[in-house]
Nanobody
Framework: QLQLVESGGGLVQAGGSLRLSCAAS????????IGWFRQAPGKEREVVAA????????YYVDSVKGRFTISRDNAKKMVYLQMNSLKPEDAAVYYC????????????????WGQGTQVTVSS
C-alpha cells in the first residue's frame, strides 16, 4: 500500500513560481515511478511530468518543458514539482500518482493517487 499527499498549491501571479510536494507513506515507495498530473475544469487529465523510481529518467509534457522540474528524494519519500514561469493555462488541480513508468506516461493511469492540490494562476 502507498499513500500520497500533495501540498504546495495556491494562488500565484502569472510568471511566478510554486513548488508542489508529494509525500508518500508505505514501504514500496522506492519501487514506483511517480507522475504529476493535472486536470482543469472541462479538460482531460494530463500527465505533466514523471520521474522513474531511481530518479534517473524524467518525462515532461511539451507545454511545461523548460519551466517545470520534477525530482524525488527516496530517503524522505518525497517527490517535488518545481513550477516556474507559471501561465494561466497551468491552473488546475495537480495530483501525484504512483505506478509503472509506462502506465503513467502512456496510459495516464496510476495505482495510487493523492487527493490533489489546487493551483491558480492569475493573469
Amino acid at each position: 500500500q502507498l499513500q500520497l499527499v500533495e501540498s504546495g498549491g495556491g494562488l500565484v501571479q502569472a510568471g511566478g513560481s510554486l513548488r508542489l510536494s508529494c509525500a508518500a507513506s508505505g514501504r514500496v515507495f522506492g519501487s514506483y515511478s511517480i507522475g504529476w498530473f493535472r486536470q482543469a475544469p472541462g479538460k482531460e487529465r494530463e500527465v505533466v511530468a514523471a520521474v522513474s523510481w531511481s530518479g534517473d529518467d524524467t518525462y515532461y509534457v511539451d507545454s511545461v518543458k523548460g519551466r517545470f522540474t520534477i525530482s524525488r528524494d527516496n530517503a524522505k519519500k518525497m517527490v517535488y514539482l518545481q513550477m516556474n514561469s507559471l501561465k494561466p493555462e497551468d491552473a488546475a488541480v495537480y495530483y501525484c500518482a504512483a505506478d509503472e513508468w509506462e502506465m503513467l506516461i502512456r496510459y495516464r493511469r496510476g495505482d495510487y493517487w493523492g487527493q490533489g492540490t489546487q493551483v491558480t494562476v492569475s493573469s
